[in-house]
T-cell receptor, first 113, second 111 residues
Framework: KAGVTQTPRYLIKTRGQQVTLSCSPI?????VSWYQQTPGQGLQFLFEYFSETQRNKGNFPGRFSGRQFSNSRSEMNVSTLELGDSALYLC????????????FGPGTRLTVL | EDQVTQSPEALRLQEGESSSLNCSYTVSGLRGLFWYRQDPGKGPEFLFT???AGEEKEKERLKATLTKKESFLHITAPKPEDSATYLCAVKRTGGYQKVTFGTGTKLQVIP
């Protein structure tokens, strides 16, 4: 089975721009979660989507948004980028059922200049 | 709010020197505790899921155990390729809950 894929792997943006990141989960998985990882804060939960519905959300400003498509692929968008948004953005998929185990993609490294 | 504390923050071992990493957690009803390994610049790699106190799981040189307040990741006779950051995470029971991660233990195994 193919693992979780994320595109692009690297991005460089400037302050004020917006960015869209993409995640394709493991085949058959319907839950996709997004995390922000920085050296100081560790992994911080952004949101989770299951069957195209957001069913959980972390404590991030409204500039961070996401969506999920009918094929379970997910995108997250960050508008009006700030320097502090520089981070590794990780996507994790699970079957959304009782096992709960999440499998992570390689991440997208976002640098905001 | 759920809390996960990992110790030590960093650990340096000689090859073959066994040790344990600690994960203390506070959660109102544990649904699952997860261990991951993360190499620099990469996504976390799943290792174990533990569900109830007393449960143990093993994989090669790694063994994870769980009590009602903490989990241990025991590393037996580590090799340099075991060098990585080890992350612990918890998920509570009830509805759709998020997973809360600790900040990790950075392990370095010296040849």
């Amino acid at each position: 089975k193919a693992g979780v894929t994320q595109t692009p792997r690297y991005l460089i943006k400037t302050r004020g721009q917006q960015v869209t990141l993409s995640c394709s989960p493991i085949s058959g998985h319907r839950s996709v979660s997004w995390y922000q990882q920085t050296p100081g804060q560790g992994l911080q939960f952004l949101f989770e989507y299951f069957s195209e519905t957001q069913r959980n959300k972390g404590n991030f400003p409204g500039r961070f948004s996401g969506r999920q498509f009918s094929n379970s692929r997910s995108e997250m968008n960050v508008s009006t980028l700030e320097l502090g948004d520089s981070a590794l953005y990780l996507c994790a998929s699970s079957d959304g059922g009782n096992t709960d185990t999440q499998y992570f993609g390689p991440g997208t490294r976002l640098t905001v200049l | 709010e759920d809390q996960v504390t990992q110790s030590p923050e960093a650990l340096r071992l000689q090859e073959g020197e066994s040790s344990s990493l600690n994960c203390s957690y506070t959660v109102s009803g544990l649904r699952g505790l997860f261990w991951y390994r993360q190499d620099p610049g990469k996504g976390p790699e799943f290792l174990f899921t533990l569900y109830s106190a007393g449960e143990e799981k093993e994989k090669e040189r790694l063994k994870a155990t769980l009590t009602k307040k903490e989990s241990f990741l025991h590393i037996t006779a580590p090799k340099p390729e075991d060098s990585a950051t080890y992350l612990c995470a918890v998920k509570r029971t009830g509805g759709y809950q998020k997973v809360t991660f600790g900040t990790g233990t950075k392990l370095q195994v010296i040849p």
